[in-house]
């Protein structure tokens, strides 16, 4: 291990470290989350990805990331029905910049743990 190469203390022992951006599951979902905000569409690929990958063998850290991903989804799908639906009483217009805001965070988060590796630290939230 050299100066420029650190091991964190909560990357697992034996994982390699990265270099560059790396494509794998969680990430992939995570991103197509993200593109769901240009294309309105991609986020439900996302979802059936993160619920078809659940199932497969898989490393141990990205058991949460699929959990994780499937409450991100389930959470946006909430929040924008709730918001729609509270357009009426105003209150709508507050919950959907929220909600998107918190898709986003969370999407962001997951992505910066799957690039190293890191299990999320608690999958079951409803927040962040």
């Given at each position: 291990?050299?100066?420029?190469?650190?091991?964190?203390?909560?990357?697992?022992?034996?994982?390699?470290?990265?270099?560059?951006?790396?494509?794998n599951?969680?990430?992939?979902?995570?991103?197509?989350?993200?593109?769901?905000?240009v294309?309105?569409?991609?986020?439900?690929?996302?979802?059936?990805?993160?619920?078809?990958?659940?199932?497969?063998?898989?490393?141990?850290?990205?058991?949460?990331?699929?959990?994780?991903?499937?409450?991100?989804?389930?959470?946006?799908?909430?929040?924008?029905?709730?918001?729609?639906?509270?357009?009426?009483?105003?209150?709508?217009?507050?919950?959907?910049?929220?909600?998107?805001?918190?898709?986003?965070?969370?999407?962001v988060?997951?992505?910066?743990?799957?690039?190293?590796?890191?299990?999320?630290?608690?999958?079951?939230?409803?927040?962040?």
């Amino acid at each position: 291990m050299t100066e420029f190469d650190p091991k964190p203390a909560d990357r697992p022992a034996g994982s390699a470290p990265t270099t560059g951006f790396e494509f794998n599951n969680p990430t992939i979902i995570n991103l197509l989350y993200l593109a769901s905000y240009v294309t309105g569409i991609t986020g439900i690929v996302g979802v059936v990805l993160a619920y078809v990958w659940r199932g497969e063998p898989k490393a141990q850290w990205e058991v949460s990331h699929y959990e994780y991903a499937i409450r991100t989804f389930w959470i946006f799908l909430i929040g924008m029905v709730l918001g729609f639906l509270l357009m009426v009483a105003l209150i709508g217009f507050v919950i959907l910049p929220l909600v998107s805001v918190l898709v986003i965070v969370r999407s962001v988060m997951s992505i910066l743990k799957a690039q190293k590796q890191l299990p999320m630290p608690n999958p079951g939230s409803w927040l962040v």
